[in-house]
């Protein structure tokens, strides 16, 4: 079975500074990976999404992850945070057949100002 | 009205009450899905649906029921809740079903259900 991993639920930055939220993956063939965010009362939106290719996939509003198959990592980057960030993120992995999407527990950010 | 919309927003029911949450995709998409969002737990696959047929049921309640009666329209009905079913429900839907990797789901802004 598929499952995601998300070590840290609360991460404090400082605006400007550089983040990096972790994301571990257990599946058993190529994983698709993606990384949402969801801010206060809202749905899920889509930052960036890892298939094939390139391990470094870059996302809307400045973010990337790089993709580790030798540590089932996908761990999301920016590099100068905004307050505007803060939200909660989610990383998930794909099944092959496309209709299993699972989700880890996700990362609460928070940005100083 | 674009992408995914959800309604009500926000619903607030008794343990006796019968009450149906909807969802409708404005992105021609073949699969919807209902999620379950709560404070203590990570986002649950609750339904799948594949061109109007339901594909997976990941050990729901029966007093959630489903009900897609067309690609685009897609109802959580409930009935008989129990104060810890209140949470976030999210509606999402995506392209194609079963296609793999090409599949990325598009997401609902939720309805917020507190059951009393």
Known sequence: ?113 | ETGVTQTPRHLVMGMTNKKSLKCEQHLGHNAMYWYKQSAKKPLELMFVYNFKEQTENNSVPSRFSPECPNSSHLFLHLHTLQPEDSALYLCASSPYPGSGGDNEQFFGPGTRLTVL
Request: aromatic share 14%; charged share 15%; glycine share 10%.
């Open chain 1, 1 to 113: 079975a598929q499952s995601v991993t998300q070590p840290d639920i609360h991460i404090t930055v400082s605006e400007g500074a550089s983040l990096e939220l972790r994301c571990n993956y257990s599946y058993g063939a190529t994983p698709y990976l993606f990384w949402y965010v969801q801010s206060p009362g809202q749905g899920l939106q889509l930052l960036l999404k890892y298939f094939s290719g390139d391990t470094l996939v870059q996302g809307i509003k400045g973010f990337e992850a790089e993709f580790k198959r030798s540590q089932s990592s996908f761990n999301l980057r920016k590099p100068s945070v905004h307050w505007s960030d803060a939200a909660e993120y989610f990383c998930a992995v794909l099944n092959n057949a496309g209709n299993m999407l699972t989700f880890g527990g996700g990362t609460r950010l928070m940005v100083k100002p």
